[in-house]
């Protein structure tokens, strides 16, 4: 185990420079399209209806494909049972994949289908109480939560064992559509988006729900409209297309903060569709916007996080470090004593706690790391009477 720390002052800002890496791979048999839908298990995705174009007639589609990672193959699949949708939503419940809601043209609709790979069938789910389009929700174990309902704030779960739907806690933010969202850590996050008449947003929040309870967090910039979320390994993604962007962010829950992973290595892609199987994440369809033209895409990236090197931060006095020696260990240390009451936490970057426990006062600290530790980001949090510290480290 191998760890990588730097200090800096809280004050100044704060870095963490992790990777994501990209590669390209089998295009969609289907057209190009953008405001589709897509959503994977550990092994196969769906992925299909949207818009062709935005002028003209008889643009918005209802075909869908099936995407399998073990061959990066694409084959079709019946269509749609709703008919043509743009703006529609999927999401996948342990292996459970459903599509549901979206536009056929101006309206909004309520219906919701799951697809199941083993007999190549649409089997419809029971409607949504409210009608959903351009709008995306989160997986928190067996339930679906998708909301604000147009004009009202209103957020309904869909429980998948059970195959109901209820209400749950109003979301306090603004009304908005082409919102992004994901689910890490027990929690579910929704954010960006724009106003229902104009203005675009980069506020997050955080739905808990044992509490049922909503609460914000860390905003992104710049902001959009045209950008897509999905979860890997535990941890939140973006693919912000903002201020003509092109680049994936991940939200770290421990330290409330979004950072850098990579850029696509294409033209911007915007309204596309992130999706997960497995271990990687996938970005398809869109429009890419960076050859003059809106131009429809059919095209399938893969990312894949691997880590990377980060900036640890400081704050207190006891001067909490982290120490790696030549035969692999790691000791937490600090160079004043411990007061009473004193506690540490190391969490990993999607916020989940690692470890936690009380430390001896009187003395410094000086902490043996578990060797069990897997390679990524974490953070050691010590609280102490009237203050608290961090340090962000890296095992490789």
Not at 229 to 256: D, I, K, P, W
Not at 263 to 272: K, M, S, V, Y
């Amino acid at each position: 185990m191998r760890i990588t720390t730097l200090f800096v002052q809280l004050a100044m800002p704060a870095m963490l420079l992790a990777q994501a890496e990209w590669e390209q791979k089998t295009s969609c048999t289907g057209a190009g399209r953008f405001w589709a839908a897509a959503t994977g298990n550990s092994t196969v995705a769906i992925a299909g209806t949207g818009r062709l174009q935005f002028s003209g007639v008889n643009n918005t589609v209802s075909d869908m494909w099936l995407y399998t990672a073990a061959t990066d193959s694409w084959e079709s699949i019946p269509a749609y049972p709703g008919g043509v949708r743009e703006g529609a939503t999927a999401f996948t419940i342990g292996e459970r994949l459903f599509l549901g809601f979206g536009s056929p043209f101006i309206q909004f609709t309520n219906d919701l289908y799951e697809f199941v790979p083993a007999t190549g069938q649409w089997v419809q789910m029971p409607n949504a109480p409210a009608s959903f389009g351009y709008s995306h929700g989160f997986v928190i174990d067996d339930t679906f939560y998708i909301g604000p309902v147009n004009g009202s704030g209103a957020v309904v779960a869909f429980n998948a064992t059970t195959e109901s739907w209820s209400n749950v806690a109003p979301f306090p933010g603004q009304d908005r559509r082409a919102q992004c969202a994901f689910s890490a850590n027990g929690k579910g996050y929704l954010g960006m988006g724009a106003f229902v008449f104009g203005g675009v947003l980069g506020d997050w929040w955080e739905y808990d729900p044992v509490a049922d309870a909503w609460t914000q967090v860390a905003s992104i910039s710049p902001v959009s409209d045209q950008s897509t979320a999905t979860e890997v390994g535990g941890r939140g993604y973006v693919f912000n297309v903002g201020g003509n962007q092109r680049n994936l962010y991940a939200y770290g829950a421990a330290l409330n903060e979004w950072t850098f992973q990579s850029t696509l290595p294409t033209d911007r892609i915007a309204n596309g569709t992130l999706f997960t199987i497995g271990d990687h994440g996938y970005l398809v369809f869109g429009e890419k916007t960076g050859v003059g033209a809106n131009i429809p895409v059919n095209e399938l990236w893969r990312f894949t996080p691997t880590g990377g090197t980060a900036i640890g931060e400081l704050s207190g006095g006891t001067g909490l470090a982290a120490r790696h020696h030549a035969d692999g260990t790691v000791r937490l240390v600090s160079s004043a004593p411990m007061a009473a009451g004193a506690w540490l936490e190391l969490l990993d970057a999607a916020g989940r706690q690692v470890l936690a426990q009380g430390v001896p006062a009187g003395a410094p600290l000086d902490l043996l790391l578990p060797g069990s530790l897997g390679a990524g980001a974490y953070v050691a949090q010590l609280r102490t009477a009237g203050q608290q510290e961090r340090v962000k480290l890296v095992v490789r």
